[in-house]
């Protein structure tokens, strides 16, 4: 089974307007971490925002943030008043703290703000 | 924030040629680095786990006489693409760990790889 879903391949935005970019996840590890990344057309990976499983409010930095809903394993990001720059892949990712190290990335979803 | 360095960001082989990629981490020391794979429009693809002062972890399907990873040191890892071939052409990107308990990895810029 997939850890990392994200379903929306595509997604476009009015500037100013919020959107939400959906990700879901799997695990059985209680302890882990969520992650969102923001890759431009440069290819380097931004990190955005994080949350941990046992974190009771959802995370926020600036105009992102995190709906985190851990019955229903969803990590959505939510951005706040699109810019322009704010178009690029978004990509998902979970660590499992007890099983190791590795990172796993969803398949991103691609952001088009349109002005 | 943590600062991680990838040399070279864009690099021209022959076929046949081998070519290192640079992954550095500029201010924390990282036990752990992590090399990936993207094609276009694609996520990444995790190749190695690289853990200092010890072999590489390849994923399944991933040849490591192919893509030799060393871990010299707690900021250094290095990734060689041997006896390159066009259908190696991709962007290679690194990450480093500052530690077990960090909250978050740290991406170099990507190197973009061609092979001719």
């Known amino acids: 089974a997939q850890k990392i879903t994200q379903t929306q391949p595509g997604m ?22 969520l992650f969102w990344y923001k890759q431009p057309s440069s290819g380097e990976m931004i990190f955005l925002i994080y949350q941990g499983s046992y974190d009771q409010q959802n995370a926020t930095e600036g105009r992102y943030s995190l709906n985190f809903q851990k019955a ?18 978004y990509f998902c990712a979970m660590r499992e ?13 691609s952001l088009t703000v349109i002005p | 924030g943590a600062v991680v360095s990838q040399h070279p960001s864009w690099v021209i082989c022959k076929s046949g040629t ?11 020391q990282a036990t752990t680095m992590f090399w990936y794979r993207q094609f276009p429009k694609q996520s990444l693809m995790l190749m190695a786990t690289s853990n200092e ?12 006489d192919k893509f030799l990873i060393n871990h010299a040191s707690l900021t250094l890892s290095t990734l060689t693409v041997t006896s390159a071939h066009p259908e190696d052409s991709s962007f290679y990107i690194c990450s480093a760990l500052p530690g077990v308990s960090s909250n978050t990895i740290y991406f170099g810029e990507g190197s973009w790889l061609t092979v001719v």
């Open chain 1, 12 to 33: 476009f935005v009015q500037e100013k307007e919020a959107v939400t970019l959906d990700c879901t996840y799997d695990t059985s590890d209680p302890s882990y971490g």
């Open chain 1, 72 to 89: 229903r394993k969803s990590a959505n990001l939510v951005i706040s008043a699109s810019q322009l720059g704010d178009s690029a892949m």
């Open chain 1, 97 to 109: 703290l007890n099983t190791g190290n590795q990172f796993y990335f969803g398949t991103g979803t």
């Open chain 2, 18 to 28: 081998s070519v290192k990629i640079e992954c550095r981490s500029l201010d924390f």
């Open chain 2, 53 to 64: 002062g010890s072999k590489a972890t390849y994923e399944q399907g991933v040849e490591k």
